[in-house]
């Protein structure tokens, strides 16, 4: 075997596929890929991906780890659910596209201000203040994230459908100051905290 084969081979036989079926949500299904691209062909957003999911997968196996957790591929997914559902071996791609971000997320190298990942955590942020999204905050807050001047611009060209939501009761003005939460909002907090905890210890987070 030539020494470039030799390299080959060590960076398939890698520790990357081994951390992402270790650390990742159904990251042990992405061996069982078999790259026949149904995903990527299902996929309403398919043209957009920088890297399509059996495309992902193959680079998780290469040991790809920066190319694949810097991407920004897996905050494309919209979890319409057409890969899993017309993947012929019915792997989880949506879980797995989702764990993969997610892990990308919690190691700090996802990448900045990708439209998708800045949304999910305002909508993030906004759901466990009081274990329900405000709507009225979750908009101000997503149309001012790149400044006032930006979010003026949003909020006045959007005030028709907002006026919209007011009168069909969709959108409640006094949410500004809080709105509504759960019964046992403590209780909430408590079950994130220890679900977070058992994601830690799970996932190799423990401090």
């Not at 100051?177 to 994601?199: P, R, Y």
Request: glycine share 10%.
């Amino acid at each position: 075997m030539t020494n470039a084969n030799q390299q080959a081979v060590a960076r398939y036989k890698n520790n990357f596929l081994k951390e992402v079926e270790e650390r990742v949500e159904e990251g042990d299904m992405v061996k069982m890929c078999m790259q026949c691209g149904v995903c990527a062909g299902s996929c309403p957003l398919g043209s957009a991906w920088e890297h399509s999911p059996q495309k992902i997968f193959m680079m998780i196996r290469a040991g790809k780890r920066d190319e694949v957790l810097q991407s920004d591929s897996m905050w494309m997914c919209t979890s319409c659910y057409n890969c899993i559902v017309r993947c012929p071996r019915q792997l989880p791609i949506t879980h797995i596209m989702h764990g993969l971000a997610n892990y990308a997320h919690r190691l700090g190298i996802a990448p900045k201000g990708q439209p998708t990942r800045e949304f999910a955590k305002t909508f993030w942020n906004n759901l466990i203040k009081r274990g329900r999204t405000n709507e009225l905050t979750l908009t101000l807050a997503h149309y001012f994230a790149n400044g006032i001047g930006p979010g003026i611009k949003t909020a006045l060209n959007m005030q028709k459908i907002g006026l919209g939501m007011v009168m069909a009761g969709r959108l409640n003005p006094m949410e500004i100051f809080g709105g509504h939460s759960v019964k046992d909002l403590k209780g909430f907090h408590a079950v994130l905290a220890k679900a977070k905890e058992i994601e830690d210890r799970k996932k190799g987070f423990a401090a």
